[in-house]
């Protein structure tokens, strides 16, 4: 029977204290019942090789290592630090043999600011030259170096000053430290602190206290191992698998497109892929396989011990706390209480096949960067002609197995890599025949025309993002980069610049024609028809035809392409149009585009659409009855708006009138003459009233027409559909 322990938060077990102890021995001694525990461990195995590597996209690889244990075993892994916190997240042990694993263990630490608690100094983990004369305050001191001569006392203070440098133009400041100190002769000294001072505490308990805090910090700084140990208990020689993930470099894709020196309409890619072994073990004949994908992933300090802030309770001092019960909660639901038990997260593993690893002789790539070196597979003599013709010999037929699981798509070597560690190497991944078509791109966001391949991925795996060469008529022809192509997918690769491909553009925009309009709820909108032309002029100054892809940008929405007109590819930004120019000679290419274009007028009674509404009737006749009565209302509106304005000043003048015979009247008071202008002034006063009242009808008056108005444009809701000029 198999079983399996899955490990995703471990903490360092207590295991064998008891048994090492007296009691634990006499104990031990009287264990005579049939259950009694196992014996404990005995020997370790250390170095369980590495059999199965898989690495991810993301920066993450799953290790597996397998190896035999006989019995009672204990087996012993060694990682960094780094590594450990995957690990303990995602360890899974198996024991193929029917035993089980009683425990797993490693070395933990307790965190420098734990360890500094313990210490009197009070001092952090990265202190300053003044956090440390503080924390030296009151203890006996001895100072040499300082003017005088040598100085006992107790250290009383540090203290900081910004002093003006001598002699400066400027004002150039400094910054001073002193130390205050209470001699034995109970004189106060203040001496500057120097690269000449020397302070040496006294007390043999403080400087064993300076040297524990200094070996914190050392220790704390150094990287040594973290040593994880399982526990196997069981029965005979058996098979144990470990396996977990761990942060590894990213593996890169790297590609070569070579074209035979006959043309055929297809083009060998060959892929490659760098991968680094810097997780300190060798991989030696392992099974290594490489994912394009990046599965969910993420790092918590599992092998860090953690401190919790705990509340500090003041102790009572003026009243003692009474004995107090509480109510108890209401009792949860059986089927529910059971339910919130089995709520735990749960990691859902991907369904990784297997691959099948043949019995062949290892392989072992060339080394890039490290210590030891290493032929790329096979090497064949070179056939002529010269030059690189076709890809690499790298390759023999089932060298590389694929396989597409999810979104993910891994490539499999069937055959054993062994690489070293703190090494990397180059590992064949893919070789296929694919159509490529060579073209010349030219796109307005990059002006300059680009030689390229127009690649099909007709083959059943997704091609990993990465940089490719090319290669032509037995040459390096230039490299690019290519996004990760799936299968069915065309992609243009552009790998060099085509200076002998010029291109000009000229364009045109025919007038816009009114094609359809509606009214609702006030708002009015009309929809033009737009027709624009573009005319692209490619010279092939070369001495070689040129089949120039010219991508032309779709920018306007809900336009399309002439009926008579069909781009090559469509793309969501472009229209890829084909346009082959012979040689020495130049072509043209004439785009069509017709679509719609809309404005929106808001109509109400504050401004005047008197001149808008006759457009409509001029463009839509058959709108005239419709709008009729809404022309009328406005220009009844605009009759009393000019009628009120001609009212306000009748009003005004009035107003005038009057104000000028008070006047008069108030400075003739007592005047024979003043009669006069009191029967003025009753007049003018008359007139003002008439004139104010004339206003406020007149208002009351355009209000109404605007309210009538507001409801006649809001009850319109027409269509109306505008034929095109034949």
Avoid at 205 to 234: F, I, K, M, P
Avoid at 341 to 363: C, F, G, N, S
Wanted: aromatic share 6%; hydrophobic share 35%.
């Amino acid at each position: 029977m198999r079983r399996i322990l899955t490990v995703f938060c471990l903490a360092a077990f207590t295991v064998t204290l008891a048994a090492q102890s007296p009691a634990g021995s006499a104990a031990k001694s009287k264990q005579t019942e049939p259950n009694a525990q196992p014996a404990p461990p005995q020997g370790v195995v250390k170095n369980l090789p590495v059999r199965k590597v898989v690495l991810y996209k993301n920066g993450v690889g799953y290790f597996e290592h397998t190896g035999t244990v006989t019995g009672n075993q204990r087996v012993a892994i060694d990682f960094t630090s780094s590594q450990l916190n995957d690990v303990l997240q995602s360890l899974t042990v198996l024991d193929q043999g029917g035993g089980r694993i009683s425990g797993v263990n490693y070395n933990s630490t307790t965190p420098l600011s734990e360890q500094l608690k313990s210490l009197s100094l009070g001092m952090t983990e990265d202190p300053t030259s003044t956090e440390l004369f503080q924390a030296l305050r009151g203890q006996r001191v001895e100072v040499t170096g300082a003017p005088g001569g040598t100085l006992t006392g107790r250290l009383l203070s540090i203290e900081s000053r910004t002093e003006t440098l001598p002699g400066s133009d400027t004002d150039k400041t400094i910054e001073r430290f002193y130390l205050s100190l209470i001699t034995t002769s109970g004189a106060a000294r203040v001496i500057e602190l120097t690269p000449l001072l020397s302070v040496r505490p006294l007390d043999a308990n403080l400087q064993g206290q300076l040297d524990r805090y200094l070996e914190l910090l050392s220790t704390t700084h150094s990287t040594g191992l973290r040593h994880l140990t399982l526990d196997a208990l069981g029965q005979g020689q058996r098979e144990l698998r470990v396996s977990y993930i761990s942060e590894v470099p990213v593996w890169k894709s790297t590609y070569r497109i070579v074209f035979p020196l006959t043309p055929n309409g297809n083009a060998t890619m060959q892929g490659w892929a760098v991968v680094d072994n810097t997780v300190g073990a060798d991989w030696d004949n392992v099974q290594l396989s490489l994912v394009a994908g990046a599965p969910q992933s993420f790092i918590q300090p599992l092998s860090q011990p953690i401190y919790t802030k705990r509340v500090e309770i003041p102790i009572a001092t003026e009243a003692e706390l009474s004995p107090q019960t509480h109510e108890a909660a209401e009792e949860e639901d059986e089927s529910e209480k059971s339910n919130a038990q089995l709520r735990a997260p749960t990691r859902i593993p991907h369904d990784i096949k297997m691959i099948a690893q043949k019995e062949a002789p290892a392989v072992s790539f060339g080394v890039m960067g490290g210590s030891s070196g290493g032929a790329m597979g096979p090497v064949y003599a070179p056939a002529p002609p010269s030059g690189v013709n076709r890809a690499s010999d790298a390759f023999q037929e089932g060298d590389v197995s694929t396989n597409a699981f999810d979104d993910f798509f891994e490539y499999a070597l069937t055959q054993p890599v062994t690489i070293h560690k703190n090494e990397s190497a180059m590992v064949p991944i893919l070789q296929q025949d694919l159509p490529a078509e060579h073209v010349t791109l030219w796109s307005r966001k990059e002006p300059t025309p680009l030689r390229a391949v127009w690649l099909e991925n007709r083959s059943k795996l997704t091609l990993d993002s990465g940089s490719f060469s090319i290669f032509e008529s037995g040459e390096f022809a230039g490299e690019g980069l290519l996004d990760p192509i799936h299968p069915g997918e065309k992609r243009l690769l552009s790998y060099a610049a085509d200076k002998a491909v010029k291109v000009k553009i000229e364009e045109a925009n025919k007038p816009s024609a009114l094609r359809h309009m509606e009214i609702h709820r006030g708002v009015l909108i009309e929809t033009f028809m737009n027709v624009s032309s573009c005319e692209y002029s490619v010279a092939n100054s070369g001495d070689e035809d040129r089949t120039v892809l010219i991508e032309h940008p779709r920018i306007k929405t809900d336009w399309s392409l002439d009926s008579d007109l069909k781009a090559d590819e469509t793309s969501a930004d472009f229209y890829r149009f084909r346009l082959p120019v012979a040689a020495h000679s130049t072509a043209k290419l004439e785009v069509r585009e017709h679509g719609p274009t809309s404005t929106r007028v808001d109509l109400n009674s504050r401004t005047n659409v008197s001149t808008l509404l006759l457009y409509l009737v001029k463009s839509v006749p058959s709108a005239l009855d419709q709008l009729k009565p809404v022309i009328d209302a406005q220009t009844a509106l605009a009759d009393l708006d000019r009628r009120v304005k001609e009212s306000k000043k009748a009003e005004d003048a009035a107003s005038a009138d009057e104000a000028r015979d008070r006047e008069n009247l108030t400075a003739l008071k007592g005047n024979d003459a003043a009669k006069r202008f009191v029967t003025e002034l009753n007049s003018a006063e008359d007139a003002l009233q008439e004139a104010r009242k004339q206003s406020a009808d007149l208002e009351q008056q355009k209000n109404a027409a605007v309210d009538k108005l507001n409801q006649l444009i809001a009850a319109l809701s027409f269509d109306w559909d505008v034929s095109p000029e034949k």
